[in-house]
Structures are given as C-alpha cells and as structure tokens.
C-alpha cells in the first residue's frame, strides 16, 4: 500500500493587538504643531533633561536630547555650536512673544516666533542652534549652509533631526524660513521628508494616503525594511472598542495616555519592533521595523531566544536588552542603521 504524505500544515506568524486611546494623538514624535494645530498641555514635555553639561538653561524632551547626544558626539564640533533655545513653557513662550510684538512689531513676531500653545520648543522636540559667536541673536541665530554647521545638518537626517522651516514652504508652515530651528521627529521619517523635500505639514499630508488595512508606505534605510501606515483616531480602518481602554498603549515614552471613551486598534506581529507617534489632527502614524533577511540570519538565534523568554515584558524593555544581545550584529551594519536603530527598536 502506498503511503501517502500529508502537506505540511503553515502557521503565519503570531500577532497580537495594540489599543490606543483616541485622546493619544496628540502625543509623540511626529506631532503637528502650527498655527491651526496646538499642543495639547500636560502631554508634552513631562520628562525634560539637560543635552549637555554646559548649558543647562536648554532641555530637551529625553529621547531628543539622547539623540542629539549620539549626533553631536559623532561630528565633535568642539564648542562651534550654541544650544540656543530648547524646552519653553507656556508662561517662556508668552513672554517671548509679547516682547517681540513689543520690540519688533507685529510682521516680524508673526514670520519668526510662534504663539503660544502653538510653539514647537513646548513640545521639548525642538532646538534653535547657533554658531557660537559672542553675539548670538537669540530669535534668529546665524546658523549657516556651510562649515561645522552644514555638517550638522547633513548628519542630523540619518538621526531624526529635520530643518523644520524651509525655505520656499513659508506659505505651507505659517513661518519664515528659519536655518537654525531643528525639529525630533525620529528615524526614519527625517530622511523620507527631505528625500520627498516634504515639510511636516505635507508629510502628515501624505501619510493619509496609506492607511491601515491597504498598502504601507515601504522605505529601505540602510539594512532595515521600514512600513508606515496611517490609523485614524475615530476607527477608520481600525477597530472602535466602545468599552474603553483595555490594553496599554505604547507613548513613545512608555507613559500612560488619558483614557478616553473610545479606543483604536491595530493588528502587528508579535516581534517585529515598531513605533506609534499622534500627529496631533486626526490619527496616528505607526512605523514598523522590519529586518532585512541578513539581519535576521546574522541575528536570527538571539531573537528568537530573546522573544520566548521576555513575551511578557513591555515593548520599550524588551527592545534594550534586545539591542543589548544583537548589538554585534547589528554594529557592524552601517552607521546609517544604527542611527535608525536608536530609540527604533520596541
């Protein structure tokens, strides 16, 4: 009698769901901040540390200031470049503002500094830079297309650091071109915006063109595969769960966002790393990170050991020791895809 072999049974990969309260958009990375769209207090600027040890007027959001740590120790411009203005509060911005429309009247105050509630410094993920000089203009420092600055410039896409004010986008941002002004908004949307030469506005724009449930936008960075997707907070393409929240969702901080009457949902394999950022007008930009096929051979083993045994800890500590455990493979990638890297992995 012959025997006959059954096919092998394929089991796709696990996933699990991630919920998200409606009221997290206005929290994150990639929070739009403009003329239309203002902060919202109490979401922002809860864990603010000192960039360097000279200069602790300026405070960045934690993530940016480590990330700015990395970026300035890799070009060491040995004191060319002044911290002129990170963090402000509410009651820094007002005073900031009024004495402009004071000293330099109306039309300068409108093209050069926010008002308050819609400032990008009280979100901690901005920073105005000067070259250092003995007269630094506090509102507008020269920070040039040339020398140690340029080279900050250059260097601070691979690291999620974007010109925010470019020239030719005045009609589109609401501000004047602004060379010194520098905006966090994370690996790997920094390069896509200025391969695009897309402002913050026309990226948030763009990203509604691919939500979830249809096609990603898809960006090879160095040797990771990048997904994005759009997810609307009032459950297009997601799922509404009119019950309230019922899992933790994932801040880029790992704090607790307000709990609202109506939360969002989206399905991910469990171990891909991934993160998820408000955009501050009517959804959420999620970013998934998946390894190229060298990676996961080169690094495959300690993933899959790291995975059985740390499914129950939470995404922002299972991605350290993770990094920690792969960190000899993944270092000897390209300096590109550690700078993607830092602060990516979940």
């Known amino acids: 009698m012959r025997s006959v072999s059954a096919a092998p049974v394929v089991f796709g990969p696990k996933t699990k769901t991630v919920r998200l309260s409606s009221d997290a958009i206005h929290a994150g990375n990639l929070i739009l901040i403009n003329s239309t769209y203002a902060l919202q207090e109490g979401l922002c600027g809860k ?13 960045l959001d934690l993530r940016a200031a480590s990330v700015l740590r990395g970026l300035l120790e890799e070009i060491d411009p040995q ?14 911005q007002s005073h900031i503002y009024n004495t402009s429309l004071k000293d330099n009247g109306i039309g300068f105050t409108e093209k050069y500094v926010a008002r308050p509630g819609h400032s990008e410094h009280q979100s901690g993920l901005a920073i105005d830079l000067g070259l250092n000089r003995p007269d630094i203009d506090f ?45 966090y908004v994370g690996a790997p949307h920094a390069e896509i915006m200025d391969n695009m030469n897309l402002s913050l506005e026309e990226y948030i724009e763009m990203l509604r063109d691919f939500p979830y449930g249809s096609e990603p936008f898809r960006f090879a960075h160095s040797s990771l595969n990048v997904e994005i997707f759009f997810l609307a907070a009032d459950g297009g393409g997601g799922l509404i769960n009119p019950a309230g929240l019922t899992g933790r969702p994932l801040y880029l901080d790992g704090s607790d966002p307000l709990v609202s009457e109506a939360t969002v949902s989206f399905e991910i394999e469990e171990d891909l790393p991934y993160t998820i950022s408000g955009n501050n007008v009517d959804g959420f930009i999620v970013t998934i990170w998946q390894r190229s096929q060298e990676l996961q051979l080169r690094c495959g083993s300690h993933i899959e050991e790291h995975s059985a045994s740390a499914r129950g800890a939470l995404p922002w500590q299972r991605s350290q020791e993770l990094q920690l455990r792969c960190g000899s493979h993944i270092e000897e990638h390209s300096a590109s895809a550690r700078g993607a890297l830092s602060g990516q992995w979940r």
């Open 47 to 59: 864990c603010l540390v000192t960039v360097d040890e000279i200069n602790h007027a300026v405070r």
């Open 79 to 92: 004191g060319q470049i002044a911290m002129v203005s990170g963090f402000r509060s509410m009651r820094e």
């Open 139 to 183: 509102l507008r420092p020269y920070f040039p297309y040339e020398g140690i600055c340029d080279v900050f410039r250059r260097k601070a896409l691979r690291f999620g650091f974007v010109e925010r004010y470019q020239k030719e986008k005045e009609a589109i941002t609401g501000i004047a071109h602004e060379p010194w002004h520098f905006r």
